[in-house]
């Protein structure tokens, strides 16, 4: 038996919870726009421990660091570049804590989210350059603790590649989630059996691979059961969804999802073959416990149908329905304010 506490839990239990959304709990914890959430980990650490806590109690098995933006092209955006490895370690550190008083197994997830920039062939960044910096990011989340890494919100192969290849550097399992918010494909144009193909196919394979943040609920289950015919019979697939599609209204943002809803994901989820279910942008500790609760003794049923699916969650939202998906800890799903500088900068919420 393997002495990595995820690794076991996955061999001892038929799935696990994954927590919800960083950056919206921040946000309700005074965080403001344009924020470097890494950050709070210093100067904000009991806040940051307040949100791991608030998911440890609503039955989190798995529990995500602040360290989403933590890479240094990122933290170049605040002039915290030098930063990386200190703020991750910090970030880790925070939930290991919260994690080792829970009084139940919790693993601490290090939480490596994109660069912001595109790679070769389409940008300038470099495989290399890439790997190194992720690499620094996810020496400072293991050095504090953290069990493994996990890789979220990935649109191209390029970045994807070097992203698991400079968290491999750790010997730590890995898990790599891609996002498919753009007609069924990531913004980089990947589909989701292409995404598990490409996955499997690096030099060292993710441990668990899937899909996370969206369009809501409903086209995250479509991506999950958009991998079936590429998984393989032992695959651990991973479903995080957003908690629906943000909404601005009275001078902040609401998501449309609630934990009845969340609850039907969970399930439709596990139907459709995730082992690991959680929430992303919008999922508080009251809709992570409803995702809980309602995976309880659950026993998965058949693969559901697109018409099974969108009757119970509802039909897909179009892009023209919400904000620009930005993403991350540190905002909802909208635009970074001052932060774009014309890419598409993500911010898992």
């Not at 493994?148 to 399992?173: N, Q």
């Not at 934990?259 to 942008?281: K, T």
Request: charged letters at 20%; glycine letters at 12%; aromatic letters at 6%.
């Amino acid at each position: 038996m393997t002495d990595n506490l995820f690794l076991k839990l996955m061999a001892e239990r038929d799935h696990l919870i994954a927590d919800g959304a960083m950056g919206t709990n921040l946000f309700a914890r005074g965080l403001q726009s344009g924020d470097a959430p890494e950050l709070w980990n210093v100067d904000h650490p009991d806040r940051v421990a307040s949100v791991h806590q608030e998911f440890v109690d609503a039955g989190a098995d798995i529990i995500l660091t602040n360290s989403f933006g933590g890479n240094s092209f990122r933290l170049k955006l605040h002039n915290a570049q030098d930063r990386a490895y200190e703020l991750c370690k910090r970030a880790a550190e925070i939930a290991r804590e919260v994690a080792d008083k829970a009084g139940r197994p919790v693993v601490v997830a290090g939480s490596i989210g994109p660069t912001g920039e595109l790679f070769e062939p389409v940008g300038p960044v470099t495989f290399e350059d890439g790997k190194a910096a992720f690499a620094e990011q996810a020496r400072g989340l293991v050095d504090g603790g953290a069990d493994i890494l996990w890789i979220e919100t990935i649109s191209s192969r390029e970045e994807s590649a070097a992203a698991v290849a400079g968290a491999a550097t750790t010997g730590k399992p890995v898990v790599s989630t891609m996002t498919f918010d753009t007609v069924g494909r990531t913004m980089m144009g990947v589909t989701p059996a292409d995404a598990y193909r490409h996955l499997t196919s690096l030099p060292v394979a993710p441990t668990a691979i899937g899909a996370n943040c969206g369009l809501g609920a409903t086209e995250n289950v479509l991506s999950i059961l958009g991998m079936k015919d590429a998984v393989s019979p032992d695959a651990i697939i991973v479903a995080k969804a957003n908690c629906g599609v943000p909404e601005f209204k009275n001078g902040a943002f609401t998501y449309t999802g609630t934990p009845e809803l969340m609850a039907d994901y969970a399930r439709l989820a596990r139907d459709s073959g995730a082992r690991i279910i959680g929430g992303c942008c919008g999922t508080t500790g009251v809709v992570l416990k409803a995702i809980h609760d309602a995976l309880e003794g659950y026993v998965p049923g058949e693969a559901p149908t697109m018409e099974a699916i969108v009757e119970k969650l509802g039909p897909l939202a179009g892009v023209t329905d919400r904000p620009a998906h930005g993403h991350g800890h540190g905002a909802p799903c909208a635009p970074e304010g001052g932060e774009g500088g014309g890419r598409r900068r993500r911010r898992r919420g």
